[in-house]
């Protein structure tokens, strides 16, 4: 249960929230590196200029051999892997001005077993340069079949989840105002549901697409359209299934939302535009482990067998000797071909389940990170990435690097084996992926460079990270300002106290706990749906005053419910008594971190703030809530704390909980319900409400498996 802020312990002002009182405007001060070296502005502006020509001549050729531009990247399957009998339009952009339909097919099984027609072609995650940043608010809908299919994306072959036969899930990309409709249609043996990582939903907390909270899962053979307009955010953002761990399954794809904005609040320009997902990858389907991972006595979680980059890798298959593994088709290493002398923005995105990714490139070791989490940031230089699964940076890397004759460079995403209870993966099992990244030079015949050249480079990096810590931890000159600056509230409403635990309860499970709750979603009949009718009835269990709330309502052992009349601030402090991190995820929200440490919570005081939050304690040091930076996954390191303050301004029931898939599924979770004077007057639409129509059974498949199973008790 939330208790008040009175209980934090301790007045140890070492781990003092400080901050870098700098305006974020003034690039020059933030980043001084940048008035050190003026030439590359020159150097930039040369390649920019030879850049820009480059794309004339190829929108001329495309527009002379390959048609309308319109239909040119957004989903090119080759037309032969399109079984005549079964088309399935993907991809359907739909202007005021135009209606763009592009087709690929659902992957028959055959195919699926001679060739590697799952897989993504490189360029579908390059972002078309030549997109319409000022379009008028455009309806851009997608049809997808959630189907099983046989894949090997890094040689071994296992049952995989995916949306239209590929993997990874298609780019959405999309301005805000515009409106995502995505047409779902479940072909799979297990119930499912999208949710849209980041994303608002202000208004349309039934498309949040979270089991239990939201919605009811779309049960094998049923259908559903999610439909939401994004607003009042830009930046990387991903979807993922939300039904128990099948997003390790196959169930991802990015998202990236364009600001009109955009190129003002990225302080670097950059002439090209990606995504680089990074995931740890499992050679088992979700379920099982799932189970594996609540059984009795399991203490640890399932470890991954490796890493991929872009959905690829290439593991060797004699490790695997019981396996059914082929590295030649399928498997590849992924690239990225990098205009040398240009700038390219790569959004990094740890799409991945479990593990943390340290992220470096070979030669090139001051990346400067100007995005988190859908947040502009002034350019921090780092080293190395260090990425919790959720978490997005974008960096804005400049291909200048010369003294490597080949120009060739390893890209590595390294899982952060110290974030795990066990520091080393099973013997055969690479904690790496590699991708290659290439500099290309289409003006220079000089430094003409073979396309299929392999990278020579060693890691030079430095030592591996050990400490699980997110980066916008770091103290001044290394903090993060957000581009535009924003001001926290100055006073919180409510300030709540959470326990975060793994704990090991009877029948020797351990589940994941916030303060004496370990949360269970209710699959067949979502927190919203309750709450809603609870309010609309008139009963009082459901309008009561803000806090956790009535054991009437919800079953506070299985979910709290954390409610709020009206728009509020609150703060969530955290204190970790678990020795590993947890990176917890918002739905719907971002937060303003104003804290972390290791150790107690040191109190507000130390940070510049009156007890419970209430306001400053000196009218002239407001560096705490000045600009801090604001996420939607933050982590609470082990044996630390973390405080974060929410504006709660948004209606609905949003779902916090850790995003390492095996502590969430097994209950490090609660849920906030927001403007309950707001939702009174709310209908749920009917197609939400029919897919509550399933069996229990049927709406269950793919879930986390209940206590009951072991335990032999109905109460869970
Ligand atoms: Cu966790």
Redesign the pocket.
């Known amino acids: 249960m939330a208790e008040q802020s009175q209980r934090l312990l301790g007045d140890n002002n070492d781990n003092a929230y400080t901050s870098d009182d700098k305006e974020y405007g003034d690039l020059e001060e933030v980043h001084p590196r940048s008035r050190r070296e003026p030439w590359w502005r020159t150097y930039l502006f040369f390649f920019a200029v030879l850049a820009s020509l480059l794309s004339l001549l190829m929108l001329v050729k495309i527009g002379f051999f390959d048609g309308p531009a319109t239909k040119s990247t957004q989903a090119a399957p080759s037309e032969e892997h399109v079984p005549e009998t079964t088309p399935v339009p993907v991809a359907v952009t739909t202007t005021a001005a135009e209606v763009v339909t592009t087709t690929t097919a659902a992957a028959s099984h055959e195919e699926i077993e001679t060739e590697a027609s799952f897989r993504r072609p490189e360029s579908d995650y390059v972002l078309d340069p030549r997109w319409d940043y000022n379009a008028p608010p455009t309806v851009r809908e997608y049809n997808w079949v959630v189907q099983n299919i046989e894949a090997n994306p890094d040689g071994v072959f296992r049952t995989m989840t995916t949306i239209n036969g590929k993997f990874p899930g298609e780019l959405i990309r999309c301005n805000e105002g515009d409106t995502i409709v995505v047409n779902v249609e479940n072909r799979a043996v297990n119930a499912t549901a999208l949710h849209w990582h980041g994303l608002f939903q202000n208004g349309t907390n039934h498309m949040d697409g979270t089991p239990g909270a939201t919605q009811c899962p779309i049960a094998p053979g049923r259908s559903f359209r999610y439909e939401f307009t994004v607003q009042g955010q830009s930046g990387t953002y991903f979807y993922h299934g939300h039904q128990g761990a099948e997003a390790l399954d196959g169930m991802i794809g990015p998202i990236v939302i364009h600001s009109r904005d955009e190129k003002k609040n990225q302080l670097l320009p950059y002439d090209t535009d990606r995504v680089v997902l990074v995931q740890d990858w499992y050679h088992d389907h979700s379920g099982g482990l799932l189970k594996e991972a609540l059984a009795p006595g399991s203490e640890s979680s399932p470890l991954p067998n490796g890493a991929l980059i872009n959905g690829a890798n290439v593991v060797n298959c004699d490790a695997y000797p019981d396996r059914r593994c082929d590295n030649t088709t399928g498997a590849r290493l992924p690239a990225l071909d990098l205009e040398s002398g240009a700038s390219h923005r790569l959004r990094f995105i740890n799409i991945g389940g479990f593990a943390w990714f340290e992220v470096s490139l070979d030669r090139h070791l001051s990346l400067p990170v100007t995005e988190i989490d859908g947040i502009d940031v002034a350019p921090v230089l780092e080293k190395t990435l260090l990425i919790a699964p959720g978490q997005r940076y974008s960096v804005v890397l400049t291909a200048n690097e010369t003294s490597t004759p080949d120009r060739a460079f390893w890209l590595r995403a390294r899982i952060t084996t110290h974030c795990f209870a066990e520091y080393t993966l099973a013997g055969q099992d690479n904690p790496q992926a590699a991708a290659i990244v290439r500099y290309t030079d289409s003006t220079n015949s000089r430094l003409k460079i073979d396309k299929n050249r392999i990278p020579t480079t060693n890691g030079d990096s430095g030592a591996y990270i050990v400490v699980c810590q997110d980066m916008n931890t770091r103290k001044a000159p290394n903090t993060y300002q957000p581009v535009p600056a924003l001001r926290a509230p100055e006073h919180a409403d409510h300030s709540y106290f959470f326990r975060?635990n793994?704990e090991i309860h009877g029948y020797r499970l351990q589940r994941?706990y916030l303060n004496e709750s370990s949360y269970r979603p209710n699959l067949l009949s979502p927190a919203l749906y309750r709450a809603i009718d609870g309010l609309k009835s008139g009963n009082a269990s459901f309008n009561t005053p803000d806090g956790v709330a009535s054991a009437a309502a919800f079953d506070r052992s299985t979910e709290l419910v954390i409610a709020h009349k009206e728009i509020k601030v609150i703060d969530l402090i955290f204190q970790n008594f678990?020795e590993?991190?947890?990176?917890?995820h918002l739905h719907g929200h971002q937060m303003f971190v104003l804290g972390s440490g290791h150790g107690y919570f040191p109190g507000y005081e130390s940070f510049g703030l009156k007890p419970d939050g209430r306001g400053l304690l000196d009218p002239h040091n407001d560096s705490a809530i000045a600009n801090p930076v604001r996420r939607d996954v933050v982590s609470v390191e082990g044996f630390g704390w973390t405080i974060v303050r929410v504006v709660v301004d948004n209606p609905g029931v949003w779902k916090f909980h850790?995003?390492?898939i095996?502590?969430?599924d097994g209950g490090?979770g609660m849920l906030l319900l927001s403007r309950t004077d707001d939702l009174k007057d709310w209908t749920i639409p009917e197609a939400n409400r029919a897919l509550c129509e399933a069996s229990a059974s049927e709406l269950e498949l793919g879930a986390a498996p209940k206590d009951s199973l072991w335990t032999h008790a109905n109460d869970r």
Do not use: I
Request: with cysteine; proline share 6%; aromatic share 6%.
């Open positions: 975060l793994l994941g678990d590993g991190s947890h990176p917890l850790c995003h390492m095996w502590h969430g490090m």
